[in-house]
């Protein structure tokens, strides 16, 4: 089969659909849809997600030094696309999609409810790459929805409708 020139740009494909919950050092919370995502270590557990520094959420993970990745399956695929095409800075974007955000357990990121699986991280650095700042998160904990985790803790990706 001949090769002919593509597009550079995102040109790993597919890739996860993420959420990026986040919460700065006042409380205040917000989430961003991550295109720029994937997992960097496996000793120590470590995730990275890419952020362009012009969003909301940017100066909330810089300030907190946390955010939860929220793994999407396609039952949540209007909240997704509503938080990925609005932006808290015109106003309560959660509250108005009718996402369930509920307090981090090991981080002071918060989290979706309604996602099938969590990973909450806290900054262990950070590179900027272009156009996006990659964000380094040390895994500090992942729950699942029970039905998705086996007896050892594994959890049966197979068993999730990715968006």
Same mark, same amino acid.
């Given at each position: ?9 995102? !040109? ?6 993420v959420l990026v919950s986040c919460c700065g050092n006042d409380g205040e919370s917000d989430v961003l849809a991550v295109a720029y995502c994937g997992n960097c270590s496996y *000793? ?47 106003? *309560?974007?959660?509250? !108005? ?16 409810? *309604? ?34 985790? *086996? ?13």
């Open positions: 089969m001949e090769k002919v020139s593509a597009q550079i740009r995102s !040109a790993l494909q597919p890739s996860p659909k *000793d120590p557990p470590m995730v990275m997600v890419g952020i362009v520094p012009s969003r909301y959420s940017y100066h909330l993970i810089k300030e907190s030094g946390c955010f939860t990745v929220n793994l999407v399956d396609k039952k949540y695929k209007q909240i997704f696309d509503y938080l990925g095409s609005h932006s808290k800075r015109d106003g *309560d974007k959660i509250t !108005a999609c009718g996402a369930k955000l509920l307090p981090g357990r090991n981080v002071k990121a918060p989290y979706l409810a *309604d996602c099938p699986v969590q990973i909450e991280c806290t900054v262990a650095g950070s590179i900027v790459t272009g156009s996006h700042e990659m964000f380094i998160g040390k895994i500090e904990a992942v729950f699942a929805d029970g039905e998705l985790v *086996d007896g050892e803790g594994k959890i049966d990706f197979s068993r999730i409708d990715f968006l």
